[in-house]
């Protein structure tokens, strides 16, 4: 296969796996109400549908990255999906709302398998200063699911019942599965010497340099073996993978996933105070584990970056307050202005749509202004987008409400390209299935984070009253909801905000060290050993 052919299948696989996990989340939310009615389930059940994803998805992404980083990311690209697609059709088969949590549970672990894989693929295949447009692509795709989503869920639900929107998953899940386990062969090809053409490691975009032996091709595109690991045939035995520290950050992670999910129903309670604690507690372990093991789950070159934090704070501000924002916009288009659910979307659609245009947009302008201008510039879009939708009242027309989405999705749809660009371009490939798994995780906390941070704010906001809150979710009336969404929008406000004085530690330009296919330097020097680092100077050289 040539590279330009597995180019394009790679960015398929990519961008198709990205928009049946989108469209997911969408259709489930329209789904869930004919869910219940159907296999007459409490609304706590219904709500677990949507949190045993979540938390398996959450607590399971770096370490889904870090498997494919060692065994190839088609290859659990194709796992993932393959999985995704059957648990999906379970689902659609599930005869009660037990097996439906169940199953989403273990579709939640395919799709941790499935994300981080999404972004490695794309980094081993293409060199980094040709990253821009292909996550532009993805980015754009994900904004027409999430857009298209609910629209077709309703559609779906409403003539074939919930079970249906499951069953949409299947055959685009069977088939880029079968393709990407297909693009995996055939870089695993024996070559003219006898010597697979890629290792499971990369794929066969990093090719060896020319007049290279086939010793030396093959140490350039797997890598040696980790401490303890033996190599037999080309494929490297499963050592070094910090399993304690996978376990010390799945505890953090469920823990805080948990509890921002209990926050908005119950507050703080001895449960959510102690899963709290809890968090804190696991992720100051992970922390002293990782600062002492010889193979940490998240190596330093990832973490030590400056870069790759800024991005990921940069990613966590944005998704908190675009959710939280959504959140509250919601409450505010129904219960105030009293708009149906379908008027309610099309008041949304300028977001969709400006997330879709922005997308390819934003990757000529991070290469002509440099990642720290663009993205500066648009988080400001997007604070200046919840500020004026904070103004809004009763009295508000469509225009102005249109206004404040446009410039939250110009902002966020320009945020995402540029942040996970920054966040793929400054890791080697041997570690991109980490980083991609550290930008889900962001992108996966973000909005939990901003929902909860949305929900208690107007709780402790709103003069509360008899009947305001009624049992089974936050809900208030519109007389004690609409004076407290100005101080609660303007707080989201600030958060997009605080993403921007971090985006102000991104990278001037696309390119670095002056090299854009140069990979960043290892912070410690714990993370390779000298022959390790070879190993990815030939595979860039040969980017």
């Known amino acids: 296969m040539t590279a330009r052919r597995l180019q394009r299948l790679v960015l398929t696989g990519s961008i198709t796996g990205a ?27 219904v709500q677990w549908t ?3 994803y979540l938390i398996a998805v959450a607590s399971l992404l770096v370490f889904a990255g870090r498997l494919g980083d060692r065994y190839g990311h088609q290859q659990l690209f194709a796992l993932g999906i393959l999985g995704f697609g059957a648990t999906s059709a379970a689902i659609g088969l599930a005869p009660g709302v037990g097996w439906v949590i169940g199953l989403r549970v273990a579709q939640g672990i395919f799709g941790a398998l499935l994300q981080p894989a999404t972004l490695g693929m794309l980094r081993a295949t293409y060199p980094p200063d040709q990253l821009g447009m292909p996550l532009a692509l993805r980015t754009s795709a994900i904004g027409l699911a999430a857009a298209a989503g609910p629209v077709l869920g309703g559609a779906l639900v409403a003539h074939w019942g919930w079970r249906s929107v499951f069953f949409l998953n299947v055959a685009p899940a069977c088939l880029i599965g079968a393709l990407a386990w297909a693009a995996r062969a055939s870089t695993l090809a024996p070559a003219p010497g006898g010597v697979p053409e890629a290792a499971t490691g990369t794929t066969a975009g990093a090719a ?5 032996s086939a010793t ?10 980790a401490a303890g690991a033996t190599a037999t045939g080309g494929a490297r035995v499963a050592a070094g993978l910090d399993l304690p520290g996978a376990c010390l950050l799945a505890l953090a992670l469920v823990s805080l996933v948990h509890t921002l999910v209990a926050l908005p129903e119950t507050g703080w309670t001895v449960v959510t105070a102690l899963g709290g604690a809890v968090a804190v507690f696991a992720c100051g372990a992970f922390i002293r584990h990782e600062r002492r093991t010889a193979s940490p789950l998240v190596p330093l070159s990832v973490v030590g970056s400056p870069a790759i934090a800024s991005a990921l704070v940069v990613l966590l501000s944005a998704s908190a307050a675009l959710f939280g924002t959504l959140f509250v916009s919601t409450y505010f288009l129904q219960d105030v202005l009293a708009l149906d659910p379908l008027e309610c979307g099309l008041r949304v659609l300028p977001l969709a749509v400006l997330m879709v245009l922005s997308a390819p947009a934003s990757a000529v302008l991070q290469r002509r202004y440099g990642p720290r201008r663009t993205t500066m510039a648009a988080m400001t879009l997007l604070t200046l987008g919840i500020l004026v939708l904070s103004q809004l009242d009763r009295t508000s027309t469509a225009p102005a409400i249109g206004a404040g989405f446009l410039l939250l999705g110009a902002g966020f749809g320009t945020v995402m390209v540029t942040a996970t660009a920054v966040i793929v371009r400054h890791v080697s490939t041997d570690h991109a299935g980490v980083a991609g798994g550290l930008q889900q995780t962001a992108m996966n906390i ?19 009253t008899a009947g305001d809150h009624p049992p089974g979710g936050p809900h208030w009336t519109a007389e004690a909801f609409f004076p407290a969404m100005n101080p609660t929008l303007l707080t989201l406000a600030a958060v997009a905000a605080t993403g921007a004085l971090a985006a102000a530690k991104l990278p001037r330009s696309t390119t670095a060290n002056g090299d854009p296919r140069q990979p960043p330097a290892v912070a410690g020097g714990r993370d390779r050993d000298p022959s390790e680092a070879a190993g990815a100077a030939a595979m860039t050289s040969g980017d």
């Open 19 to 45: 928009v049946i996990v989108a469209l997911d989340g969408t259709v489930l939310t329209v789904a869930q109400p004919a869910l219940q009615r159907e296999l007459h389930a409490s609304f706590a059940q």
């Open 50 to 52: 949507s949190t045993g």
């Open 208 to 212: 060896a340099t020319s007049g290279a």
């Open 216 to 225: 030396t091709q093959l140490a350039a595109t797997a890598g040696p073996p």
């Open 446 to 464: 973000g909005p939990t984070l901003g929902v909860a941070t949305a929900t208690l704010l107007v709780t402790l906001t709103t003069p509360t």
